[in-house]
Structures are given as structure tokens and as C-alpha cells.
């Protein structure tokens, strides 16, 4: 099993940053990529970045390149999530997820661990 803890949320005005933690522990070298989702009320978990373990691969998508930036430390056991120009409507929990999988994807199914949430709400 694989524990994943997220830190880092809070209540920011727009044109903020913040900066995601995800801490993992438990038996993490059966995963091979991580990844950030958010979850809007109402709305589906959305896919906002990942990366490969093996290779630090990253993948983003079109709707968050440019604001969004994945990084890992690796001896930290930790993935982070930067935020920057924050919005209202980057209003959301945003979660951290493991995949067993080999390749990097944004699709939620394809995540086998999921840490609890951290709430990011963005004030204009």
C-alpha cells in the first residue's frame, strides 16, 4: 500500500500562488508516476499534471500550461504542485494520486492511490 498526504491549501486572493506538497510513504517503489487532480463542486476531477518516475517525464494539459509546474523530490519521497496567478475559479480540493502504471497520463482511472484532498479556494 501506498500513503499519500497533501499539504500546502489555503484561502488566497487572485493573482496568488501556492505551492502543493504531497507526501508519500508505504511501499512507493511499486509506483511509477504521480499525479495532481482538483475537484470543483458540481464538476468532474480534473487531470492538472503528472510525472514519470523513471525518467521525469511531465505532462500537462493545454489548459494548465503555463500557470501549473510539477517537481519531485525524490529523497523527500515528495511531489509539488506550484500554482501561480491564481483564480476564482482554481477554487477547488486538489489531490495527489500514485499510479502503478509505466506510462504518465491525467486520466483519474488510471490512479491507483489518493491522498485525502487539500482545499485551495481563491478569493477576487
Known amino acids: 500500500q501506498v500513503q499519500l498526504v497533501e499539504s500546502g491549501g489555503g484561502s488566497v486572493q487572485a493573482g496568488g500562488s501556492l505551492r502543493l506538497s504531497c507526501a508519500s510513504s508505504?511501499?512507493?517503489?511499486?509506483?511509477?508516476?504521480m499525479g495532481w487532480f482538483r475537484q470543483a463542486p458540481g464538476k468532474e476531477r480534473e487531470g492538472l499534471a503528472a510525472?514519470?518516475?523513471?525518467?521525469?517525464?511531465?505532462l500537462y494539459p493545454a489548459s494548465a500550461k503555463g500557470r501549473f509546474t510539477i517537481s519531485r523530490d525524490n529523497a523527500k519521497n515528495t511531489v509539488y504542485l506550484q500554482i501561480n496567478s491564481l483564480k476564482p475559479e482554481d477554487t477547488a480540493m486538489y489531490y495527489c494520486?500514485?499510479?502503478?502504471?509505466?506510462?504518465?497520463?491525467?486520466?483519474?482511472?488510471?490512479?491507483?492511490?489518493w491522498g485525502q484532498g487539500t482545499q485551495v479556494t481563491v478569493s477576487s
Open positions: 494520486a500514485a499510479s502503478r502504471l509505466n506510462g504518465v497520463s491525467l486520466v483519474p482511472d488510471r490512479y491507483d492511490y
Open positions: 510525472i514519470r518516475t523513471a525518467d521525469n517525464r511531465i
Open positions: 508505504g511501499n512507493t517503489a511499486i509506483t511509477n508516476s
